[in-house]
């Protein structure tokens, strides 16, 4: 028996599936998230953070972002789009995060890794709900400025507010993205947008009509 799944063995053991309840090392916390069924938890300095399910409408608004993200990244070959069941490891800051939407450009595949994105992501895209809005626009935001994630983008259904920062020059902290025509522009990902109506304006949009204007198909 290997030494994790011997490791695997013990946390079954000692505690089943269920959290148990105090603080981990990061070591712990990767043995611990695997065992048994898929347990959606963040790991922050020690402490296991566990994340609520999803509702219907956040699910939705996640899945749409990530598909036109992915058919636009895919198509014009920038890199890889993923999220958001995939850990995202902040080493420098001790976090283990899990976005609901991030990109990773082709120049830095070498982060992507079988289990996790071992590095700070090219860009990342939270969507709030109601449990997470403090955990969304300070925390997250706080803990990816300081990773280095070049572009965040915080898209809160609730309040119809759709922000993107980047980072400043030689990484000197995030700088709003300033919208133009109510549509936010990515300098990351090379000529890709939302519009704030696409989010906002009632039923999401088809995806393939909103690819299609970003230059993508017929």
Not at 33 to 45: C, F, L, P, Y
Not at 146 to 154: C, P, S
């Given at each position: 028996m290997s030494?994790v ?9 000692m505690?089943?599936?269920v959290?148990?309840?105090?603080r981990m090392t990061?070591?712990e916390?990767?043995?611990w ?13 020690g402490?296991?953070?566990m994340?609520a399910?999803?509702?219907v409408g ?8 990530r598909?036109?993200?992915a058919i636009y990244v ?14 995202v490891?902040?080493a420098?800051?001790?976090?283990k995060?899990?976005?609901d939407v991030?990109f ?20 990342i895209?939270e ?32 309040e ?16 709003a993205?300033k919208?133009k025509?109510r549509r936010v522009?990515?300098s990351?990902?090379?000529?890709f947008?939302l519009?704030h ?6 039923e999401l949009?088809?995806?393939l009509r909103?690819?299609?204007?970003l230059?993508v198909?017929?």
């Open positions: 030494t799944d011997a490791r695997v063995s013990d946390f079954e053991e505690y089943g599936t959290h148990p309840g105090r990061e070591e916390f990767d043995a998230i695997w065992v048994g069924e898929k347990t959606r938890a963040e790991w922050v300095d402490e296991v953070v994340m399910p999803a509702s956040h699910d939705d608004l996640v899945g749409w972002v598909s036109v993200l895919r198509a014009k070959e920038l890199g890889s789009v993923h999220g958001p069941e995939v850990l490891r902040l420098s800051i001790r976090r995060r899990l976005p991030m990773v450009s082709k120049v830095r595949r070498g982060v992507v890794k079988e289990t996790q994105i071992d590095g700070a992501p090219d860009l895209v969507v709030v709900s109601p449990d997470s809005a403090e955990r969304d626009w300070v925390r997250k935001y706080e803990d990816y400025e300081r990773a280095g994630v070049r572009e965040h983008w915080i898209i809160d259904p609730q119809r507010r759709m922000e993107a920062y980047r980072l400043g020059a030689a990484g000197k902290g995030y700088r993205v919208a025509g522009t990515s990351v990902v090379s000529g947008y519009r109506a696409w989010l906002f304006g009632g949009p088809s995806v909103v690819v299609r204007e230059g198909g017929d």
